[in-house]
């Protein structure tokens, strides 16, 4: 069994109440998410832990904070208010960019190995369960699946893609983009 990435726990520890009965699903999705990021990075995965800690920890919490499914400019502002008050604006630009991107739907043109393609695939593995590896192998996703459970993470997603539903039926994913970057 994996240990949970200590970063990501302190992170989202305060959000408990208001992610609530879905705290736990979120959570494992996150540390799941991590350590896909770590598989996919190969050989920069130390150097870039912190980063997709960040990243995974903060990504999706706007849903939660602000209670839309369009949660990634909040999503955005409490990763760059956290690491501005760490010290680690430097760090702003990209963990933003991997937030941004993380549902884009192709890579950026020439953009095989950054962090925030590499986190985008990441999400894709978490997302389909494993069907989408991008390489990772089976192993690494039954040990990662087993040692972060699903948790009700999916269940979630559908109980929040149906309430949308009915509120905003023609724009039922306000953050799906076809390539990386704000601009979609």
Known sequence: MLAPEPLIEMLLAPHAPTAGADFCGDTNHCQRMFRFCLALAGERASAERDIYAVAAAFHDLGIFNAGTLDYLPPSRALARDWLAAHGKSALDRVVEDMIESHHALL???GDRDSPTEIFRRAYLVDLSLGAVRFGVP????????????NAGFHRFLVRAFGRRALTHPFALAPMLKWRPGRSG
């Open 107 to 109: 890579s950026r043109l």
């Open 138 to 149: 089976s192993a690494i996703v039954t040990e990662v699946r087993q040692s972060f459970p």
